[in-house]
C-alpha cells in the first residue's frame, strides 16, 4: 500500500485526515517526505504506525502516553512497555473503583426514591439539585436520604 494520499492512509485507518495532521503536529506520525506529483504519499509503515496509535488509543493510552510508547524499542524495552502497561492498569481499576462507587450513590438514591412517598421531595432529584440532606434526627426515618458523593480532586486525569 506504498504510495497513497492522506486520505486513503486517514480512510485505511479509520480516521479523519485532520487528525493524521494533529498526529503529525504531536510527533506521533512522521509527515511524508515522498510525493507523487503535488501530493505527499504514505506507506504501509505510517499506516501501521496510525492504527498502532488507534489501538493503543482503544485501550485508553492517552496521546502523550502513547508517545512514551512508541519511543520505545521493541526488542529492548520490555519492561518499559510493560512498566507503562502495568501503570494503565492501575489507572483502570482505580477508575473502575470510581465508577462502582457511583452505580452505589445511584443505586441508593434509587432505592431511597420508591421508599419515600410524596408529597415529600424525590431523594434523586434534591441529591442532583445539591439540596442539604435533612438531619439524622428527623422523625421520619425514610426521609434521610443518600447523597452522590464527590470524587478527590486527585484522583480525576484528563483524557
Do not use: W
Not at 512498566?83 to 452505589?104: C, F, G, N, P, T
Not at 432505592?111 to 424525590?122: F, I, N, R, S, V
Amino acid at each position: 500500500m506504498n504510495g497513497i494520499t492522506i486520505g486513503t492512509l486517514a480512510r485505511s485507518a479509520g480516521v479523519g485526515v485532520e487528525t493524521v495532521r494533529y498526529y503529525q503536529r504531536r510527533g506521533l506520525l512522521p509527515e511524508s517526505a515522498g510525493r507523487k506529483g503535488a501530493f505527499r504519499v504514505y506507506g504501509d509503515a505510517e499506516l501501521a504506525r496510525l492504527r498502532s496509535i488507534r489501538r493503543a488509543q482503544t485501550l485508553g493510552f492517552s496521546l502523550d502516553e502513547i508517545a512514551d510508547l512508541l519511543a520505545l524499542d521493541h526488542e529492548r524495552d520490555r519492561e518499559n512497555a510493560r512498566a507503562l502497561a502495568r501503570s494503565k492498569i492501575a489507572s483502570v481499576e482505580e477508575r473502575i473503583r470510581q465508577l462502582e462507587d457511583v452505580r452505589s450513590a445511584l443505586q441508593e438514591l434509587v432505592d431511597c426514591c420508591g421508599h419515600t412517598e410524596a408529597p415529600a421531595p424525590c431523594p434523586i432529584l434534591r441529591a442532583l439539585g445539591g439540596e442539604p440532606r435533612e438531619s439524622e434526627s428527623d422523625s421520619n426515618p425514610a426521609s434521610t436520604r443518600p447523597t452522590l458523593r464527590k470524587q478527590p480532586a486527585s484522583t480525576a486525569r484528563a483524557g
